[in-house]
């Protein structure tokens, strides 16, 4: 009989919570005792009433003491493999839910056939974490402690990967006026679109909004939300809209997010969230890394200048108390010492990393190129720069075939990025756990990297960011 398997994948860290998964006929209990382990489920057509009925629902609840605090459903046809309805049809809805207690963060990815090593069955994650996440820096290393006096380098930072991708609200601005001759000149400028050149511009066209949603949208979160769940490490991309699309859209003539020539969030609206964020949380120390890597050269990028009133401009907003920006000596310089100076926002451009990424391993479907790329990783490999990066997210649309697949079967819910977050993550999230400090001992700050930043994540930086606080 027809059938469609879901994986899926849970993290829970506020006790008293557990999450159920369920299918007609089967369910499963997840508690804090299931976190980074896996469970399939079944979608059977025989367990499906109604003779010619294929379809099934899918459905995951946060509950807490008997009460449901959150939940979201996709309706399954067992027939066809396809999502016939829900909550969960597009990366859009994947909103995170916020009580006064827990941040739920989710996921769900629409899996086809299992072509060309993709997984066939869909995947699923939950992740519940505490709101005391928004300050956990002040929790870890309070005033007058003896961790406040460490300096700023002992923390390990969450970091957003691509952040400013978070929305497609500017890309659907352009999208809505696109034609062909938007097509051609992205042929032209993306060499990776060279791989489809056997598909028409037509259909690439028709099909735009969702093949970026596939392949470039890495986070589903606004920036601010991305803070309260703990991250404090931000890489952002800055530079003009393609000349093309600035005709097109019409949108405002400023710097934005760019993935090569893709716009995200704009960047006076990210500095926006990140000082409103610090302006009511006077604990907290955000990192902010300009980088200019594989934006097109059409995209005019900022001045030195231009970045300096930015971020001047940003900072005179806060209310509560003075906030100032610094370089690259901050990390050095004790935690309470900058709290005392109010300059909680670290910025840094285009510094020298020693990161676990190169494009052959992070190209891949599976944890394992990934896994090793952190294991030849040393205490010595840290000591020439001031960040140490530990990439969580595969960079699948790197790989021809997937990319080609991936554009040919585009929903909003296909995305390659989401067919590898939760099975990675049940491997990469745990080896930090258990080996980073041990391993990377230098005095340097360490940041954990992840697409669609989520609870599991930034608990792993909070853990590690305790034990390191306390070493002496």
């Known amino acids: 009989m027809p059938s469609k398997g879901v994986q899926v994948y849970s993290y829970i860290s506020v006790p008293g919570y557990?999450?159920?998964?369920?299918?007609?006929?089967?369910?499963?209990?997840?508690?804090?005792?299931?976190?980074?382990?896996?469970?399939?489920?079944?979608?059977?057509?025989?367990?499906?009433?109604?003779?010619?009925n294929f379809t099934g629902r899918f459905e995951w609840k946060v509950v807490r003491d008997g009460e449901v605090v959150g939940s979201a459903y996709n309706d399954i046809n067992t027939f066809t493999g396809n999502l016939e309805g829900g909550t969960m049809m597009s990366t859009q809805h994947f909103s995170p839910i916020m009580t006064d207690e827990v941040i739920i963060t989710y996921c769900f990815y629409d899996a086809g056939h299992g072509h060309i090593g993709l997984t066939n069955r869909d995947q699923c994650y939950v992740t519940v974490c505490?709101?005391?996440?928004?300050?956990?820096?002040?929790?870890?290393?309070?005033?007058?402690?003896?961790?406040?006096?460490?300096?700023?380098s002992r923390f390990v930072l969450a970091a957003p990967h691509d952040n400013g991708m978070n929305s497609m609200t500017t890309c659907d601005a352009i999208f809505s006026s696109a034609n062909m001759d938007m097509i051609s000149q992205l042929r032209e400028i993306i060499p990776q679109v060279e791989w489809l050149s056997h598909i028409s511009d037509a259909f690439i066209l028709e099909h735009l909004p969702e093949i970026v949603y596939g392949t470039a949208i890495t986070q589903k979160k606004e920036i601010s939300v991305m803070l309260a769940l703990g991250a404090r490490y931000f890489?952002?991309?800055?530079?003009?809209?393609?000349?093309?699309?600035?005709?097109?859209?019409?949108?405002?003539?400023?710097?934005?997010f760019q993935h090569a020539c893709i716009p995200g969030i704009a960047f006076d609206d990210f500095l926006a969230q990140q000082v409103a964020f610090l302006d009511a949380n006077p604990t907290e120390i955000v990192t902010l890394h300009l980088r200019y890597d594989n934006i097109v050269k059409q995209c005019r990028r900022?001045?030195?200048?231009?970045?300096?009133?930015?971020l001047n401009e940003a900072c005179s907003r806060a209310q509560n108390a003075p906030l100032t920006w610094g370089d690259r000596t901050l990390f050095s310089r004790p935690i309470e010492s900058l709290r005392a100076n109010g300059t909680r926002l670290i910025v840094v451009n285009e510094a020298e990393k020693y990161d676990s990424w190169t494009a052959e391993a992070y190209a891949t479907l599976v944890p394992d190129p990934i896994l090793a790329r952190f294991e030849g990783m040393t205490t010595e490999g840290q000591e020439s720069t001031d960040l140490t990066i530990l990439q969580c997210q595969a960079t699948s649309q790197s790989i021809k075939e997937v990319l080609v697949y991936s554009v040919l079967s585009a929903n909003a819910a296909t995305s390659c990025l989401t067919s590898t977050k939760a099975s990675n993550?049940?491997?990469?999230?745990?080896?930090?756990?258990?080996?980073?400090?041990?391993?990377?001992?230098?005095?340097r700050t360490i940041v954990v990297m992840n697409d669609f930043i989520d609870g599991a994540t930034c608990d792993t930086t909070i853990l590690l960011s305790r034990r390191r606080l306390e070493m002496d």
């Open 425 to 443: 993550d049940m491997v990469l999230l745990p080896w930090i756990r258990q080996n980073a400090v041990d391993r990377l001992r230098a005095e």
């Open 18 to 52: 557990s999450i159920e998964y369920t299918v007609p006929a089967q369910a499963v209990t997840h508690t804090i005792n299931n976190n980074f382990t896996s469970t399939h489920l079944e979608v059977e057509s025989h367990n499906i009433p109604g003779h010619l």
């Open 130 to 152: 505490s709101t005391a996440n928004r300050y956990w820096m002040g929790t870890l290393a309070p005033a007058g402690s003896p961790q406040a006096q460490k300096p700023f």
């Open 302 to 310: 900022p001045t030195a200048q231009e970045i300096t009133d930015l």
């Open 235 to 256: 890489e952002f991309r800055p530079a003009e809209l393609l000349p093309t699309f600035q005709r097109l859209s019409k949108l405002p003539n400023k710097f934005y």
